[in-house]
């Protein structure tokens, strides 16, 4: 691991609990917690993806290496080594993925989740953004 994506990952660990220990009040729902579905539900499979560090290994426009983080709570971090952080929101609404970046709301199709892939389409204008991630080792974010 080089220097530069050993800061990354330290930065982005730190933000992310920093996130988590700073979360609302246990008895509220969590936007994105998706822990109560049918086990062969939609939203059941999407579990793997929570609280998980996601880096991006192929994309038609994302840099590769950018990390992304679903955090359980709803929110979602996205960071490389090329940018600031950036704090968003994710959702599921009728088994749909959404992604809400810099304000702006796009919905995404999973293709393949597991504990150790995960396949987006996003659909923003232009082009959609298809992005094939792995899970940084066993890093979880609780």
């Not at 290496?65 to 709570?73: C, I, K, N, R, S």
């Not at 929110?75 to 304000?103: F, K, M, N």
């Amino acid at each position: 691991m080089t220097g530069n994506r050993a800061i990354t990952y330290s930065l982005f660990a730190v933000i992310a609990l920093g996130l988590t220990a700073c979360s609302s009040a246990p008895d509220k729902p969590a936007r994105g917690a998706v822990h109560t579905a049918a086990p062969d539900s939609p939203s059941h499979r999407l579990e793997a993806l929570i609280n998980r560090v996601w880096t991006v290994r192929a994309s038609n426009a994302v840099t590769t290496g950018t990390l992304y983080v679903f955090l359980e709570d709803g929110t979602l971090v996205i960071t490389s080594s090329y940018s600031e952080p950036a704090l968003g929101q994710w959702q599921l609404q009728d088994g749909q993925l959404i992604l809400v970046e810099q304000g702006i709301r796009y919905q995404a199709d999973v293709l393949a989740v597991d504990r150790n892939e995960l396949r987006l389409v996003v659909h923003s204008p232009g082009e959609p953004v298809r992005m094939t991630l792995t899970a940084a080792g066993e890093t979880r974010v609780h």
